[in-house]
């Protein structure tokens, strides 16, 4: 009878806890990069960052995510700063290690549309894609599960 009220007093808090868990990373992430929540859920972020150039941040735990979005082919100069800064408040990784991986990722999805590289148990995955409303460059950085 114990453990069951334990239970449910665990999965009753869990929602609450996303929340608060979720609040905490969009603050990072607004305050490492200055963007604007534009829509928000329990678990769930997007940001308008600049021209063209927004991010998204999906909570969950330790394999919470957080991606830079440009409609463009050719990024602008702050995109990696930008993401960069991100990642960091997301993930802790040192911005110097997410910056190469970042720019080895981008790289490789010019070449073959989507690549990716780990560092620091986490996976920076970029993706390159032409459309007829044109085209758009994305990068992520999506943590590990802890084992």
């Known amino acids: 009878m114990r453990s069951t009220l334990a239970l449910l007093l665990v999965l009753a808090a869990s929602p609450a806890w996303a929340e608060a868990s979720c609040t905490d990373l969009i603050e990072r992430v607004r305050a490492a990069t200055k963007a604007e929540v534009a829509e928000r859920s329990a678990d ?3 940001f308008d960052a600049g021209p063209q150039t927004s991010l998204t941040l999906s909570c969950a735990g330790d394999q ?3 991606g830079a979005q440009y409609k463009g082919e050719t990024v602008p ?3 990696d700063t930008l ?3 991100a990642g960091h408040a997301v993930t802790g990784i ?3 290690r997410l910056r190469e991986a970042a720019r080895q990722a ?3 999805a010019q070449a073959k549309r989507h690549s990716t590289v780990d560092v620091d ?4 995955t970029c993706a390159f894609m032409r459309k007829v409303q044109g085209a758009l460059t994305q990068c992520a950085v999506l943590q590990r599960p802890s084992t």
Request: charged share 25%; aromatic share 14%.
């Open 64 to 66: 919470s995510s957080v």
């Open 44 to 46: 769930f972020a997007r």
């Open 94 to 96: 040192a911005p110097d």
């Open 83 to 85: 993401f960069v800064q």
């Open 121 to 124: 148990g986490a996976r920076v």
């Open 77 to 79: 100069a702050g995109y």
């Open 106 to 108: 981008r790289d490789g």
